[in-house]
């Protein structure tokens, strides 16, 4: 049927079917609105409407009305539900990054607050610590799921949708805002989220009970652990949190190996200074202590420092300054967000500032990218030396902390950096002695295991094996970590890492040797493009010398001094540009010279005298 356009159209639906009696009792007649024009004041207009003949415009008036006096209750619940709340309850935040609200998390996983959220971040486990719920496990019971369980996965609410608790007779309210994305000029970084606790009481004393409950839990639950807190770049910038938690098993000081009373001088001087808290406010002295740990790599400096940690029962805070997100401000603000009693750990301090020998490796690489247009190295951190000395003397942050720094390259630290009063004690840390090396052995073949069994079911005598093999190890020429990772190769093999060691030795100082022979002739190659361009006066103007920035053609093709001699790494596309026969024969002397110099080097006779010995005595 042909629909007549011209007509008007109604509806059939009985709300929005024209009523011409507005005293009818279809829904949108009758008494009620009536009345509630009333009400309103409207009744004249609903009169005028209804005699004018306009049945649209009375439903219009009362759909207005009925709008308007839904949505006045909406907000007189709310406003009521505001003012109950306000009269008759209290609130507290945690903001995330704080170590109150590890506590506060801790405590409602295990209120079972979360026990029926539907929504989960499904993760797979690693150390960070969340706060998760075992599923199809006691009726979802939620657990810290860190640490002790078999589980491989975390299942973690998302703990933004708002919970009502009941705890020691009251009623608690939880709810979580996450924080929002802040856009700095190099980064996008996201505000700490905030917990929001509510508490049905306006009794003070409530709250610090659960608090303080809160945080005894959370103390005895970390007890077996060592909590280490960080910060990623989501939360770099003004607002910065220390919004990553991870926990490690505690290491148990006898699974050091230091040289005799060591490692006991460092526990009794830390915990002697937490002992005087008092005299050092009596003595009018800031109440922090400084520690650096240096030598090589892999002799124990961390390990040490997370030995001390779990001892003392510290929580470790710890910021690379390498990371291009940390400046002197944000070092501030995460050094005075600290809590007291903790420790502030910068692990590899002389990465922060480029040393002599790296600028000049980044200023003769000839493809480095990292000059900028005045041939300047840029800073290896945006943390200058004056705010990290500001940092360590601690103006703006509480006192009763500990500040630990590591390096391999001593040598390297500015001597205000290093001076008393900022670093109180200085531990040197040195290869493995004989001495290291038969405790490791110990450690690694207990008595308890391997006494009674061998593979040739022959008793054998570990203390001989360990004689035998720490006799096999040079002093002061292998880290723990290598001596470690050689016993990992046969750890369950007794036998055979006492009598491989010798083998394993000269193998290792032959292949040391090579690395030592590479790394020699590219410092002499360096050393030759460097006077090869100060021959040339292109010093201080960048490292073509023709002040240009860095770019594959550029310095060739405007060059007014002869470009830099091409060596190893050379990015392909300037030698294809501009093949230079000349200085590729020179670079080839360099090489020939570094060789016949490097094999006659002094530095290396001890090493050969030493491999000549080992092999000898191995065969
Ligand atoms: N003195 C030591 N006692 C026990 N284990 C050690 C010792 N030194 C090194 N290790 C082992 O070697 C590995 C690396 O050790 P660690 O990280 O503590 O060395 P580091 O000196 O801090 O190294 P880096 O300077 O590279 O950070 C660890 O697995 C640790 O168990």
Same mark, same amino acid.
């Given at each position: 049927?042909?629909?007549?356009?011209?007509?008007?159209?109604?509806?059939?639906?009985?709300?929005?079917?024209?009523?011409?009696?507005?005293?009818?009792?279809?829904?949108?007649?009758?008494?009620?609105?009536?009345?509630?024009?009333?009400?309103?004041?409207?009744?004249?207009?609903?009169?005028?409407?209804?005699?004018?003949?306009?049945?649209?415009?009375?439903?219009?008036?009362? /759909?207005?009305?009925?709008?308007?006096?839904? =949505?006045?209750?909406?907000?007189?619940?709310?406003?009521?539900?505001?003012?109950?709340?306000?009269?008759?309850?209290?609130?507290?935040?945690?903001? =995330?990054?704080?170590?109150?609200? =590890?506590?506060?998390?801790?405590?409602?996983?295990?209120?079972?607050?979360?026990?029926?959220?539907?929504?989960?971040?499904?993760?797979?486990?690693?150390?960070?610590?969340?706060?998760?719920?075992?599923?199809?496990?006691?009726?979802?019971?939620?657990?810290?799921?860190?640490?002790?369980?078999?589980?491989?996965? +975390?299942?973690?609410?998302?703990?933004?949708?708002?919970?009502?608790?009941?705890?020691?007779?009251?009623?608690?309210?939880?709810?979580?805002?996450?924080?929002?994305?802040?856009?700095?000029?190099?980064?996008?970084?996201?505000?700490?989220?905030?917990?929001?606790?509510?508490?049905?009481?306006?009794?003070?004393?409530?709250?610090?009970?659960?608090?303080?409950?809160?945080? /005894?839990?959370?103390?005895?639950?970390?007890?077996?652990?060592?909590?280490?807190?960080?910060?990623?770049?989501?939360?770099?910038?003004?607002?910065?949190?220390?919004?990553?938690?991870?926990?490690?098993?505690?290491?148990?000081?006898?699974?050091?190996?230091?040289?005799?009373?060591?490692?006991?001088?460092?526990?009794? +001087?830390?915990?002697?200074?937490?002992?005087?808290?008092?005299?050092?406010?009596?003595?009018?002295?800031?109440?922090?202590?400084?520690?650096?740990?240096?030598?090589?790599?892999?002799?124990?400096?961390?390990?040490?420092?997370?030995?001390?940690?779990? =001892?003392?029962?510290?929580?470790?805070?710890?910021?690379?300054?390498?990371?291009?997100?940390?400046?002197?401000?944000?070092?501030?603000?995460?050094?005075?967000?600290?809590?007291?009693?903790?420790?502030?750990?910068?692990?590899?301090?002389?990465?922060?500032?480029?040393?002599?020998?790296?600028?000049?490796?980044?200023?003769?690489?000839?493809?480095?990218?990292?000059?900028?247009?005045?041939?300047?190295?840029?800073? !290896?951190?945006?943390?200058? /030396?004056?705010?990290?000395?500001?940092?360590?003397?601690?103006?703006?942050?509480?006192?009763?902390?500990?500040?630990?720094?590591?390096?391999?390259?001593?040598?390297?630290?500015?001597?205000?950096?290093?001076?008393?009063?900022?670093?109180?004690?200085?531990?040197?840390?040195?290869?493995?002695?004989?001495?290291?090396?038969?405790?490791?052995?110990?450690?690694?073949?207990?008595?308890?295991?391997?006494?009674?069994?061998?593979?040739?079911?022959?008793?054998?005598?570990?203390?001989? #094996?360990?004689?035998?093999?720490?006799?096999?190890?040079?002093?002061?020429?292998?880290?723990?970590?290598? /001596?470690?990772?050689? #016993?990992?190769?046969?750890?369950?093999?007794?036998?055979?890492?006492?009598?491989?060691?010798?083998?394993?030795?000269?193998?290792?100082?032959?292949? !040391?040797?090579?690395?030592?022979?590479?790394?020699?002739? !590219?410092?002499?190659?360096?050393?030759?493009?460097?006077?090869?361009?100060?021959?040339?006066?292109?010093?201080?103007?960048?490292?073509?010398?023709?002040?240009?920035?860095?770019?594959?053609?550029?310095?060739? !093709?405007?060059?007014?001094?002869?470009?830099?001699?091409?060596?190893?790494?050379?990015?392909?596309?300037?030698?294809?540009?501009?093949?230079?026969?000349?200085?590729?024969?020179?670079?080839?002397?360099?090489?020939?010279?570094?060789?016949?110099?490097?094999?006659?080097?002094?530095?290396?006779?001890?090493?050969?005298?030493?491999?000549?010995?080992?092999?000898?005595?191995?065969?």
């Amino acid at each position: 049927m042909a629909y007549d356009f011209r007509q008007p159209y109604y509806p059939t639906s009985p709300i929005l079917e024209p009523d011409k009696n507005p005293n009818s009792s279809s829904l949108l007649g009758g008494s009620f609105f009536t009345n509630l024009a009333q009400m309103f004041g409207l009744t004249s207009l609903l009169t005028i409407a209804g005699s004018g003949g306009s049945s649209y415009l009375v439903d219009t008036i009362k /759909l207005f009305l009925l709008g308007t006096l839904v =949505e006045t209750g909406r907000r007189f619940c709310y406003w009521f539900i505001e003012r109950f709340k306000f009269r008759y309850s209290m609130t507290a935040r945690f903001s =995330e990054g704080d170590p109150a609200y =590890e506590w506060i998390i801790l405590f409602l996983t295990e209120k079972n607050v979360w026990r029926r959220s539907r929504d989960f971040w499904v993760n797979s486990k690693t150390s960070a610590r969340k706060w998760g719920i075992t599923p199809g496990g006691e009726s979802d019971v939620p657990v810290a799921v860190d640490h002790d369980s078999e589980e491989s996965t +975390d299942y973690v609410p998302i703990y933004e949708i708002p919970q009502l608790f009941y705890w020691n007779g009251y009623w608690l309210e939880i709810r979580r805002e996450q924080g929002s994305p802040q856009y700095h000029s190099r980064t996008v970084s996201q505000s700490a989220a905030t917990l929001y606790l509510t508490i049905y009481s306006l009794d003070m004393s409530v709250m610090k009970a659960l608090v303080d409950e809160a945080r /005894l839990r959370y103390v005895e639950v970390s007890k077996p652990n060592v909590i280490i807190h960080s910060s990623d770049i989501r939360n770099a910038g003004p607002s910065f949190t220390w919004n990553k938690v991870k926990s490690k098993a505690r290491r148990p000081l006898s699974s050091i190996i230091l040289p005799q009373g060591e490692l006991d001088s460092i526990i009794e +001087d830390a915990q002697d200074f937490i002992d005087s808290e008092d005299w050092y406010m009596e003595a009018g002295i800031p109440h922090r202590r400084g520690y650096l740990l240096y030598g090589p790599p892999g002799t124990g400096k961390s390990s040490t420092i997370y030995a001390l940690a779990g =001892e003392l029962g510290l929580e470790i805070y710890t910021i690379s300054l390498s990371a291009d997100y940390i400046d002197d401000s944000t070092l501030q603000t995460a050094a005075s967000s600290m809590p007291r009693r903790s420790i502030l750990l910068i692990e590899d301090i002389d990465c922060a500032f480029a040393s002599r020998e790296d600028e000049e490796d980044i200023l003769f690489a000839p493809a480095s990218p990292y000059v900028d247009a005045n041939g300047v190295v840029p800073r !290896r951190s945006a943390v200058t /030396l004056s705010g990290l000395l500001n940092i360590i003397d601690g103006v703006d942050s509480e006192e009763g902390k500990f500040f630990i720094a590591t390096t391999n390259y001593v040598d390297r630290l500015d001597a205000a950096l290093i001076r008393p009063g900022r670093i109180d004690r200085k531990i040197e840390y040195r290869l493995a002695t004989q001495e290291q090396a038969h405790a490791l052995f110990t450690r690694f073949f207990p008595a308890s295991r391997f006494a009674h069994t061998t593979s040739s079911e022959k008793r054998i005598d570990l203390v001989s #094996l360990a004689d035998m093999f720490s006799s096999g190890i040079p002093e002061d020429t292998f880290s723990i970590a290598e /001596l470690q990772g050689f #016993l990992l190769s046969c750890k369950k093999r007794p036998l055979d890492a006492a009598t491989g060691v010798r083998a394993w030795v000269v193998k290792e100082l032959d292949q !040391r040797r090579e690395r030592e022979q590479r790394e020699e002739t !590219r410092k002499l190659k360096l050393k030759a493009a460097k006077e090869k361009r100060d021959a040339s006066g292109g010093l201080g103007m960048g490292p073509f010398g023709n002040g240009s920035s860095y770019s594959p053609f550029g310095p060739f !093709r405007n060059s007014i001094a002869p470009p830099i001699l091409p060596i190893d790494g050379l990015n392909n596309s300037i030698l294809q540009a501009q093949p230079l026969e000349e200085p590729a024969e020179q670079s080839k002397d360099i090489v020939t010279s570094a060789k016949v110099e490097t094999q006659s080097s002094n530095q290396n006779s001890n090493v050969d005298r030493h491999r000549e010995e080992v092999a000898t005595e191995a065969y």
